[in-house]
DNA sequence: ACGCAGCGTATTAACGATCATACAACGTCA
DNA sequence: TGACGTTGTATGATCGTTAATACGCTGCGT
């Protein structure tokens, strides 16, 4: 709020040169010569001048800025999403804005009209539902550059995600190879979120000949651990319940452990569990869980790539490409005791 | 990238009013008759008019944009600090921009004057070391609003943080009362890095006539899961070894409760385990943390807090004020067995 | 000696918004 | 009737930077 701020016209007043020769120089620019640019830079450093980005932004159109938007950055899948986000960003000379939407669609919206107000010449979207990306969509349609961080091949929208279905079949697959026919599913069951993970879970399933037992769904409204807990509980309780349980993300799966602990069951012997995303606390947990693993630096790393070719694109914006990610299985002693 | 943007003048031409009075019709002013105010706003919507936050910033010389710096966001102490702090940001009208140093002193700084390039209205700090701190010192005295997220007494910078040192002190104050006299830290051991906690454990210790001992000191080298693993089993693998341990934080003390069932040892019968940060993850163990706990959002509601204050000073900043959150034991099964 | 190129630097006009001020048109009142 | 206020809108300067262009000077070729 009105700092001072040293500007191009200060050195300009301080060295007896113009304005413009001044940012020339500055920049480096071959019309300048060696002696009067080395003058003009020294003037510079003694007071501490500092390019102001916002008045280069209006100039440049460009704010070297790009939006981020994430539901709820405590999910540790999306903590390390952020991280490794910021840092390929920086690394190509791109700040981050960074807002959450606290997985409310409104929220979501208000948020992206923001980031347009502020001219960001990009954003990465972990959008709160697959569904619904109309207003995303018509960003695209304005031509602005966008790159969604999970999504469905059919989004319209161009996106790099994991491919959560086929991490989900991977995962169920797995416990029916196991010999288990009662496969209980912790995971959200909106109708407008995110059922790729269920739609994986279901195609093992009937794939296998089991049909889908909706009693062995379980709905945790949220993705925290002590969520995950009475997910669980719920689940254990049925009189014929499930010999095995996979959950949609790791968080959920320590709190379904946490449950077998309190109550006395074995995993694997009594239930078995499979997590996803393969956080660092599934590994080192009591009994480590078997989890769907990718490699999130893959993830971010094509999804900013994309951004920033999206940006560079002169006029009308490419086809959008969705990227999925395949994941793998890493099995550890929540499924399979070892030898 | 030379995206078309919707002006004020765009308004004004397709409404034949001058740019000025779109300007004022837009933000309500009392000049502008209704029936005119309504024709420019409809005007705006048609043509999906959005404000150029860049623009405006450059006349009102602010940005509504404060600078987060973290050292690194995966550490989950960190991350729910992110959180709140975006969120808090966001009710006052403020945008998050953010960035890691990765605990590495030359890109703080290089983050700090990006920041201050991009003209950001203050910034909250998680330096990477309590001891240097001149970078930011500097700042402050250029009136440049900043607060740090940890600090000592005597930072000389405004800084709301949680009294690590009573926090850890507490802590082994309570190991030391549950009978233990040989008790171990995991911690940094970097003298220019952070010793709030190494001084609290050495305060508890002292005070209770016993000496600290170097070899009972594990210098984790970071702050995941595996990283307190391989302190602890650097501490366990000491012929005399400790009979609990302190560690900086919940990952850490994750990490040695680890080894203590991979190690077929009792926690808290054979070593008690105490913790900090009291994350989530932390409470639902397989033996339950007892660990260090505080209220974040308090910490990060007063940084906030102050720093909008120190934003809307006009002139010379007020002298620096240093808050201290006192945090709580909250004591679990790692070192008290429930009766 | 004249024209012209090149060089170094300055001038002017953007960028999109806001703010202070100017100025018509109209109404009011002595 | 004319001075004065009010009302509604327009004009011009400004924020700090960049880009396009202008301009004065020197040196060269012919």
Redesign the interface.
């Known amino acids: 709020?009105?700092?001072?701020?040293v500007r191009l016209k200060d050195v300009a007043d301080k060295t007896g040169f113009s304005v413009n020769t001044v940012s020339l120089a500055l920049r480096g620019s071959p019309r300048i010569p060696e002696d009067t640019a080395i003058r003009i830079r020294d003037a510079a450093r003694d007071l501490n001048y500092?390019?102001?980005?916002?008045?280069k932004?209006?100039v440049s159109?460009?704010?070297k800025?790009i939006g981020l938007v994430l539901t709820?950055?405590?999910n540790?899948a999306l903590?390390?999403a952020?991280?490794s986000i910021?840092?390929a960003l920086?690394e190509r000379g791109y700040?981050?804005?960074?807002?959450?939407s606290?997985n409310d669609l409104d929220e979501e919206k208000r948020v992206i009209?923001?980031f347009?107000?502020?001219?960001v010449?990009g954003m990465l979207i972990y959008p709160r539902s697959h569904r619904e990306l109309d207003h995303i969509r018509q960003l695209r349609r304005?031509?602005?550059p966008v790159v969604l961080l999970v999504a469905d091949p059919d989004a319209g929208v161009d996106a790099v995600s994991v491919d959560e279905r086929r991490g989900a079949y991977r995962a169920v697959r797995h416990l029916i190879e196991m010999g288990h026919k009662r496969i209980g599913i912790i995971d959200s069951s909106n109708p407008m979120g995110n059922h790729e993970k269920r739609d994986g879970y279901v195609a093992a399933l009937t794939e296998a000949g089991l049909s889908p037992d909706p009693t062995l769904s379980a709905d945790p409204q949220g993705h925290?651990?002590?969520r995950g807990?009475w997910a669980m509980d719920k689940l254990m309780r049925l009189a014929d319940r499930p010999s095995a349980v996979f959950t949609a993300n790791d968080?959920l799966a320590?709190?379904a452990l946490?449950w077998t602990?309190k109550n006395g069951l074995q995993v694997p012997e009594d239930v078995a569990i499979v997590g996803f995303d393969n956080i660092?606390?599934a590994?080192?947990?009591?009994t480590p869980l078997t989890s769907v693993n990718y490699e999130i630096r893959l993830v971010t790393d094509l999804a900013v790539a994309r951004l920033i070719e999206l940006?560079?694109?002169?006029g009308a914006l490419p086809e959008p490409n969705v990227t999925l990610i395949d994941p793998e299985l890493i099995v550890r002693e929540s499924t399979q005791r070892r030898l």
Do not use: C, K
């Open positions: 709020m009105g700092r001072p701020i500092m390019p102001n980005q916002v008045a932004s209006l159109r460009e704010t800025t709820d950055i405590t540790p903590t390390q952020a991280q910021e840092l920086a700040s981050t804005l960074f807002a959450t606290n009209a923001m347009q107000s502020r001219q010449d304005a031509h602005y925290s651990v002590i807990y968080s320590l709190g946490r602990q660092e606390f590994e080192h947990a009591a940006i560079g694109t002169e």
